[in-house]
């Protein structure tokens, strides 16, 4: 399985961005597929997660209410749809998937996803 992801780039405060992540490899369409991020001197942390049916995705409290995660079975293809950003929000975006359907503390661990992209830098300034 590869991730590629890419819609990564310097916005404004306030501006929005849409990241994608391709899928390929692999024909089964993963069970879950979810977006981290890491900040310059950070760790990696968690910002969305959704399952293969596309309901009741999960985010992390700090993203709530600004980013929307959707995907496409047909194209193989996750998205996150971030709105409002800020300056916080500056990190490297990574895709994951994983085969198996974790229960809801499980989709917030990076440990849980078995592939992963190689990241796209999100850029906030003020």
């Known amino acids: 399985v590869q991730l590629q992801a890419s819609g990564g780039g310097l916005v404004q405060a306030g501006e929005s961005l849409r990241l994608s992540c391709a899928r390929s490899?692999?024909?089964?369409?993963?069970?879950?597929m979810g977006w981290f991020r890491q900040a310059p001197g950070k760790q990696r942390e968690f910002v969305a997660a959704?399952?293969?049916?596309?309901?009741?995705?999960f985010y992390a409290d700090s993203v709530k209410g600004r980013f929307t995660i959707r995907r496409d079975n047909a194209k193989n293809t996750v998205y996150l749809q971030m709105n409002s950003l800020k300056p916080t929000d500056t990190a490297v975006y990574y895709c994951?998937?994983?085969?198996?359907?974790?229960?809801?503390?499980?989709?917030?661990?990076?440990?849980?996803?078995?592939?992963w992209g190689q990241g796209t830098l999100v850029t906030v300034s003020s």
């Open positions: 994951a998937s994983t085969s198996s359907n974790p229960i809801m503390s499980a989709l917030m661990a990076a440990k849980t996803y078995e592939y």
């Open positions: 490899g692999r024909t089964v369409s993963p069970h879950t």
């Open positions: 959704i399952r293969r049916s596309g309901d009741a995705p």
